[in-house]
């Protein structure tokens, strides 16, 4: 038996190389995924993707499944790029817009639906999430009144357009517009965390939050205009930018315009209540916000607002008496954003109701460039409130000739799969005996292996250095027949977002149907781990499952 499976190792050693997908998506398609051949749904995508594929989506509209308007990410490593061309040869996201909504006339249930328009899967891994040029519109989940004067918040889905939950998440050259919420909510997690360059327009309370930010995060916020906030009842006024109590924030060459108060509580540029002295404000422009620049809260625990030129001019050259690792730069000046001439006498007439509040000499300057009556109409407080800023009406309109912010005429990003592992080309079948440390255990040094197996429970010991715990899930594998307490287990370990990590945790919900059945057929190369004290001392990297 030992020659026989010395001879298997030499035939072996010929390995297949398998590489991440481009997977395409085009509106209206029917193929199967090529750049020829496009799916017609993004969510089919979605759920096909492996870890380290590429999404490439050409403009459009695209609803999710059901007509949604929920896009969920459950694999790590994936790039969701939109902004494409419809034959996908030139990318723009600010042209060419891919635009993901809620339908119109969606019947489905609400029941199960997570809060945002892309969201990560808080129960599997999305590390690594690149989200590129995508149109996040919640203007179709919320209820307004009949002229869209304002919004109705009984008949509005409340939440964030964007949350995740996984380190290292990217978000880069999208609009997200209109949400009865947050616009960004991650939990962010790990060094490599980016918001840049994306217009988030018309929210309510923050545009922005690292609330949950980990003490090991490091956010990346740089050149997003970031425009139009309303309060919203039970959380108060708007934020650009809600800094956590942990992490690393590093704010850079934003706008902040429009942020509106509650009962004078908010309107705040960028607020820092917890006193995160790791924060960096560097280079933005604030703009006609009602509460103020900044908020902070000191050492010696009192809550401050920076909300007069000259203590801004302070703040640039000495940040740490703001709780501030660095600063400079930072300015109030017009940014010379001409937002749509519709949205903007609502929303002057909505400020008209408040006097004194903002700069209506400011104002009503901006009124008269876009052609309005110079004077605004008073209204009662929650008349013109929050209703939708039309998409189309973003570029070029909210774009500054000040440098600061979204730029629009820029070399976007290209991004190709890339190699993922190597797997074997053809297997050996063994028994599971053999994995027995006083029958063969001994002798498996990376031979790609065949057997049957029962699903066992997830584990956490990880004894190969290919197979760390950051990217691997441990489950033990039964000897079939076996229960989850025998002892007569091997460690198997699959490949977060892998097409066997997939299938695995499809097989999981009825794991015991399937023991019952005999166990389910495993392929992967096995690794004797050097603990005699096992009685199965085998570990298999898994490439792949089967049901039969």
Same mark, same amino acid.
């Given at each position: ?330 300015? %109030? @000046? ?6 749509? *001439?519709? !949205? ?5 007439? /909505?400020? $008209? ?79 599971? %005996? @053999? ?6 255990? *001994?002798? !498996? ?5 065949? /057997?049957? $197996? ?95």
């Amino acid at each position: 038996m030992k020659r026989k499976i010395l001879v298997s190792v030499l035939f072996l050693s010929i390995l297949g190389f398998a590489a991440s997908k481009d997977i395409y998506v085009r509106a209206g398609a029917s193929g199967n995924g090529t750049k020829e051949a496009p799916y017609g749904y993004l969510w089919k995508a979605l759920r096909k993707a492996e870890r380290g594929d590429v999404i490439h989506v050409a403009q459009g509209i695209y609803y999710g499944k059901g007509g949604s308007g929920h896009f969920v990410i459950s694999v790590p490593d994936l790039k969701l790029v939109g902004g494409y061309s419809k034959d996908f040869s030139q990318r723009d996201p600010f042209k060419y817009l891919t635009i993901l909504e809620r339908e119109k006339n969606y019947r489905g249930k609400f029941t199960g639906l997570g809060e945002g328009i892309i969201e990560g899967d808080y129960q599997k891994d999305h590390s690594g999430l690149v989200v590129d040029g995508f149109v996040l519109n919640g203007e179709t989940r919320n209820g307004y009144a009949p002229d869209k004067s304002k919004i109705v918040p009984r008949k509005s889905w409340r939440g964030a357009l964007f949350k995740a939950y996984s380190p290292n998440i990217k978000i880069r050259n999208c609009i997200l517009i209109n949400p009865y919420g947050k616009g960004i909510y991650v939990k962010w997690q790990g060094k490599e965390n980016e918001i840049s360059n994306n217009f988030i327009i018309n929210t309510f309370y923050a545009a922005i939050s690292t609330r949950s930010a980990q003490a090991d995060a490091r956010i990346l916020i740089k050149n997003n205009t970031i425009a139009f906030g309303w309060f919203q009842p039970g959380n108060g006024g708007s934020y650009g930018v809600f800094v956590g109590r942990q992490g690393e924030a590093i704010i850079e060459d934003n706008i902040f315009a429009y942020l509106l108060t509650e009962g004078g509580e908010a309107g705040y540029g960028v607020s820092n209540t917890f006193g995160n002295d790791l924060t960096v404000l560097k280079g933005n422009i604030f703009y006609q916000n009602q509460g103020g620049y900044y908020v902070y809260t000191d050492e010696d625990g009192s809550t401050l607002v920076v909300w007069k030129k000259q203590d801004l001019q302070d703040l640039n050259s000495d940040p740490e008496s703001y709780m501030l690792a660095e600063a400079g730069g930072n300015s %109030d @000046q017009d940014p010379g954003l001409r937002p749509d *001439k519709w !949205f903007f006498r609502k929303f002057s007439n /909505f400020v $008209a109701s408040k006097p004194g509040k903002l700069r209506m000499d400011d104002i009503n300057r901006l009124r008269r460039m876009l052609g309005l009556p110079l004077q605004a109409e008073k209204a009662s407080a929650r008349s013109n409130w929050g209703m939708p800023y039309p998409l189309e009406k973003v570029v070029p309109n909210l774009v500054s000739p000040t440098g600061k912010g979204v730029q629009v005429n820029k070399t976007f990003e290209t991004y190709t799969s890339a190699a993922k592992i190597q797997a074997p080309s053809s297997y050996q079948a063994v028994e599971f %005996d @053999q994995f027995f440390v006083d029958a063969k255990g *001994k002798e !498996f040094k990376g031979e790609a292996v065949e /057997f049957k $197996a029962g699903i066992g429970s997830s584990c956490y010991n990880y004894f190969l250095k290919d197979a760390p715990e950051k990217d691997y899930a441990c489950i033990k594998l039964l000897k079939p027949g076996e229960s989850d307490f025998t002892r007569k287990y091997i460690f198997g370990y699959f490949l977060k977002g892998s097409k066997a990590h997939q299938k695995l945790l499809k097989y999981l919900k009825r794991r015991r149907t399937y023991n019952q059945r005999g166990g389910i057929r495993i392929r992967g190369k096995a690794y004797y781990i050097g603990n005699p004290t096992y009685r199965y001392p085998v570990a298999v990297i898994v490439y792949e499952v089967r049901k039969r």
